[in-house]
């Protein structure tokens, strides 16, 4: 982390003379006024002629421009999510979710599962609930302590856990071969924030689905995903153990 890094430098541990190259992963979200000292004092005490690469799936407000003027941008693709991802929604009240989610674990029979919910107190509840009807799980949130994190992404990373409850800390920097699925327990409500969410899945040349659980009132955020993200979100239920396309709604080609 930035801070490490920068106790690192200050103790002389780390020797970024040394360094010809420094990558700034999630720049949109680093490159902000209270890291900017600590980048800066990163970037200054490499050698000068150092190359300065910053990565990130969003830019930030004001594009490369906002973190510095002239950078040289970089695309993967035209498009900002990985085509390799199938994106569905379901539809229920919000009372019913925890109950459609594991309907919905049973339907689709996942290799491995990230489980996004909005906060930390809610990721061990429904990790707790889960295990209760005997679905291995995990819960990943940041008031969780280190060892407990690490020993979390541990056992989903080896695949002894195949589910793991993240809040939206696990939606950044994790890179985890053989994430098959992605569900939205809660919806985000900005797109990015689903961008990268779903970007855990599909990883490399891998294909992926993202599943989101809404109520009627929150389908204006599928609208909005769609929109923003030039994607096509497809309403799916579940019917007979199976996720099928929702009636009056047949299964239409991808944009």
Known sequence: TLGRVADLLDMGKLKARAARTIVIDEADRLWVPENLEALKALITAAPFGRQVIFASASLPEGGVDAIR?????IQAG??????????FYLVCEERDKPELLRKLLHAIKPERAMIFVKQGGTVEDVAGRLEHHHIPSVALHAAGDKFGRKQAM??????????????DVGARGLDILGVSH?????????????????????????????????????????????????????????REGR?????GEPHRDRR
Request: charged share 20%; hydrophobic share 40%.
């Open 69 to 73: 003027p002239g950078l040289a941008l």
């Open 78 to 87: 035209d498009e900002p999510v990985n085509q390799n991802i199938e994106h």
């Open 154 to 167: 541990d056992d989903f990373r080896s695949g002894r856990v195949p589910v793991m409850v993240a809040s």
């Open 182 to 238: 992605v569900i939205n327990m809660d919806a985000p409500t900005q797109s990015m924030a689903y961008l990268h969410r779903v970007g855990r899945s599909a990883r490399g040349t891998a294909h992926g689905q993202a599943v989101t659980l809404v109520t009627e009132q929150e389908l204006r955020l599928i609208r909005r995903y769609e929109g923003e993200l030039g994607i096509l979100v497809q309403a799916m239920r579940l």
């Open 243 to 247: 996720m099928v396309p929702a009636d």
